[in-house]
């Protein structure tokens, strides 16, 4: 079984069982972020964190060793992506990208922040305007070294 199948089976088990991503996160003991990310083949989980995911989720053994695979990351089906939800942060960069780098090099140096030392939370603000979204991603300043 593939990172991608074991993705799908996990899918369909957690619409079949009415189980959240955050209750999968406290099943496996990490947070939620990573929890989704992994169950959707971007991390490799241990063999104590795949089962506990497979057990909740009444999936087989394929499922889980497929969970403990190395993941090819960034497995976009396009380069540019189609879904909406994820197209707007395609945007977001496209936009503030240049922003971003320059507010980083004027207040960290000639550098770049890490996705491999990285944190994401994401969470729901009520807003008399409509509920915000606040994405926060926490990434280590990794100087450049010439």
Not at 29 to 49: F, I, K, N, V, Y
């Amino acid at each position: 079984m593939t990172k991608k199948e074991a993705a799908e089976a996990v899918r369909a088990a957690k619409a079949r069982l009415g189980v959240t991503w955050v209750q999968l996160a406290e099943a496996v003991g990490r947070p939620p972020a990573w929890t989704t990310s992994a169950l959707l083949g971007q991390q490799p989980m241990s063999a104590e964190q795949a089962e506990a995911a497979a057990s909740l989720l009444d999936l087989d053994e394929d499922v889980q060793q497929a969970l403990q695979l190395q993941p090819t990351r960034g497995a976009l089906e396009t380069a540019v992506p189609t879904d909406p939800t994820i197209y707007r942060f395609y945007e977001i960069l496209q936009v503030y990208g240049p922003t971003i780098k320059e507010l980083i090099h004027e207040q960290f140096g000639d550098g770049i922040m890490s996705a491999i030392n990285f944190r994401l939370d994401i969470k729901r603000v009520p807003d008399p305007g409509g509920d915000r979204v606040v994405v926060t991603l926490d990434g280590k300043f990794l100087p450049y070294q010439w």
